[in-house]
């Protein structure tokens, strides 16, 4: 499993709500990695989180990044280009690429406002105790629990940068 670029460390904490307990997950330091996310009351083994954050990043830029939205923010892309400014990102050609920039380009502090953008709350629960939430989350990494997603109104990320 490759390792993010750097130290991710809290990008989740006080998002993710312990589903055993209700507690906000902590993030503690762990070894040379970045870290865990464990529940306060210790209710539950504590979790890596770079895998956590690499699967809510994964959600998040899945529902962000639609084909419509790459279409559209392409565009914009071409004019700023045209216009001379420099993004500190640039806007993302397809879900790999913003894949990408999540694990490679982004630090906490640009993954955690993304998250932060989306959802309300997101919840893990123990494996195998409610159905997978997500559509493709069928994906082998599970054995750490099931996510609840609690998305802000959809299409927020689109409308933002549209001003009407
Ligand atoms: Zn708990």
């Known amino acids: 499993m490759p390792a993010p670029g750097g130290a991710s460390s809290s990008v989740l904490a006080g998002t993710v709500l312990c589903g055993g307990c209700g ?3 902590v993030h503690r ?5 970045a870290g865990v996310y464990a529940c ?8 890596p989180a770079a895998e956590l954050d690499r699967r809510v990043g994964r959600a998040v830029l899945e529902r962000m990044w639609t084909a419509d939205t790459l279409a559209r923010m392409a565009a914009a892309q071409e004019l700023l280009d045209r216009l001379g ?9 397809s879900l790999k690429h913003a894949l990408y920039q999540w694990e490679h380009e982004f630090d906490d502090e640009t993954r955690r406002a ?12 123990p494996a195998a105790r409610l159905p997978a ?18 998305w802000r109104r959809v299409r ?5 940068v549209r001003k009407e």
């Open 85 to 93: 400014y420099g993004l500190h990102h640039r806007v993302p050609v």
């Open 23 to 25: 507690e906000p997950l």
């Open 133 to 150: 939430a997500g559509p493709d989350s069928a994906d082998s990494a599970d054995s750490d629990g099931e996510l609840f997603l609690g």
């Open 29 to 33: 330091e762990a070894g040379a990695a």
């Open 40 to 47: 306060p009351s210790g209710c539950r083994p504590p979790v």
């Open 114 to 125: 993304l998250v932060q953008d989306a959802v309300i709350v997101i919840v893990l629960f």
């Open 156 to 160: 927020a990320a689109a409308t933002a």
